[in-house]
């Protein structure tokens, strides 16, 4: 056993590696066909960074539903990988930038009242499955089968949010001179880093699944916490460096935009391309809840002087560790909050 263990640690990390380095890759293609083709700070960081950085937890959801049957690892990774982007990411920016990050009233108002929209949305989505179409089984768990036409609601709202966007872009200006980017090139510098996101990302799904039978775990104890946090070191390093350079702006908006495409996206992804799937509401709800409570923490800290101070970004990283720990605990049975399902179940 292990001997095991060390393998599939060893898998975990390197494909970790294998999804940052990709993912270096296509935002660095994003962010430079962003540029070439005039979109504003915030919508570069919002919506192209942001679409780029997430292609992991994209890749994450239909893997996990389409090869391994595995949706509530792919949501549990989603919701996993949008609690690390809100709580460590901005932290962790605020801590290595040069001073305090800096936001803005658009920022605020709209990208961060949208990302909370998209929470409601995509819980609203998830009861709607258990009310309409549940799955009567013998687990005191709420389960319900999130069909194609449902998934088409947060979609829908996605559509909107990039038309806002649109619209945004339309009053911007840019004047920055782009004549060395070669669009094609960029183009395909993107779908190679495409390929090797794939790849990682199976590896990372492989590693929860056999994590989970190792330690006669539910797999989605991995998925909120291996793959989450291996599918959000693009997330990360993208915000560093913009708060190192002083775009505190484009560090918090890559963070919300790519939650925002997380949770309107790539949830919805495996269940229009697999057609239907059984979505366990008893822990997705829960789970939407603490997602929501996060939210309205680093809104609230952003609102009050549009700033995030280092002491912030420090409550910010131990509510990160206080839920870390009670997923820990909940699984071992310590804590009885969320009907889980039985040990290594899917």
């Known amino acids: 056993m292990v001997t095991e263990i060390l393998l599939w640690t060893a898998v975990a990390l390197v494909s970790t590696a294998v999804v940052w380095w990709g993912s270096g890759l296509l935002e660095t293609a994003a962010a430079r066909l962003a540029a070439c083709y005039g979109l504003p700070e915030i919508a570069q960081g919002a919506l192209i960074v942001a679409v780029g950085s997430s292609f992991p937890e994209l890749s994450t959801v239909v893997i996990s539903t389409l090869v391994h049957g595995e949706f509530e690892l792919g949501v549990a990774a989603i919701v996993g990988s949008a609690l690390f982007n809100i709580l460590v990411i901005p932290a962790v920016a605020a801590l290595a930038g040069s001073g305090p990050l800096q936001a803005d009233r658009d920022l605020v108002y709209k990208e961060a009242q949208f990302y909370m929209i998209a929470v409601a949305v995509l819980t609203l989505t998830f009861a709607f499955a258990a009310i309409y179409h549940p799955v009567a089984e013998d687990a005191p768990a709420i389960r319900g089968e999130l069909t194609r036409w449902l998934a088409l609601m947060p979609v829908a709202l996605y559509a909107l949010y990039v038309f806002v966007q649109y619209q945004d872009t339309l009053d911007h200006h840019q004047g920055a001179d782009t004549t060395d980017i070669r669009p094609a090139r960029e183009w395909g510098r993107l779908g190679l880093s495409l390929v090797f996101i794939v790849a990682g990302v199976e590896g990372l799904v492989r590693a929860a699944i056999n994590f989970g039978d190792l330690f006669g775990t ?129």
């Open 218 to 346: 539910p797999s989605f104890l991995w998925g909120i916490t291996v793959v989450a946090a291996g599918t959000s070191v693009p997330d990360a390093f993208v915000s560093v460096r913009a708060a190192r350079h002083g775009r505190g702006l484009t560090a918090i908006a890559n963070v919300l935009g790519s939650n925002t495409f997380d949770l309107l996206i790539c949830i919805p992804a495996g269940v229009l391309i697999a057609g239907a799937t059984v979505v366990n509401f008893s822990i997705a709800a829960p789970l939407m809840g603490v997602l929501t409570l996060a939210t309205v923490v680093l809104f609230l800290m952003m609102r009050t002087r549009m700033i995030l101070e280092p002491w912030e970004a420090v409550v910010l990283l131990v509510l990160y560790g206080t839920f870390v720990a009670f997923v820990g605990l909940e699984v071992v049975g310590l804590v009885d909050l969320i009907p889980t399902l039985p040990p290594g179940g899917a």
